[in-house]
């Protein structure tokens, strides 16, 4: 079975690797955006932002949390409200962007797309298969 360990140590040896400057977060950051967005982010979803968080590869990446509780493009916080000002179902989490579109975490741990399109049932059984499935072999 692929792991989130598996997913993060594949990220981290990507041929197409870029890494910016954006600050992994630690365990107080994460609590915060947790707190401050009413969301609880699982265990593997921790270990990927603590890990891959500042992490492109291809054309994606996760969204960021900045230590500075700034919203831009780019920073969850910002996703989440943008995303749900065009119909982004308010228990699903944005991971991830992609123009526009949103790669989410559901409280029931799978990932889905969500596209300001329309409907689209895209969707991946965990985080780890999302990982490699999309961000490393669909780039």
Not at 4 to 32: C, E, G, T, Y
Request: net charge negative; aromatic share 12%.
């Amino acid at each position: 079975m692929y792991t989130i360990d598996d997913a993060i140590n594949d990220l981290n040896h990507a041929k197409d690797i870029s890494v910016n400057s954006n600050f992994l977060p630690d365990d107080r950051l994460i609590v915060h955006y947790e707190q401050s967005t009413g969301f609880t982010f699982s265990d593997d979803y921790k270990k990927l932002l603590k890990n891959t968080g500042n992490v492109f590869v291809g054309f994606l990446s996760l969204l960021v949390l900045n230590p500075k509780g700034e919203e831009h493009y780019g920073e969850l916080k910002n996703a989440i409200r943008e995303g749900r000002e065009i119909g982004l179902p308010e228990s699903w989490l944005p991971i991830c962007e992609d123009n526009s579109d949103y790669y989410c975490l559901t409280p029931n741990g799978e990932i889905r797309f969500w596209s300001h399109d329309g409907n689209v049932d895209e969707k991946w059984a965990d985080l780890a298969t999302w990982v490699k499935e999309v961000w490393l072999e669909g780039n």
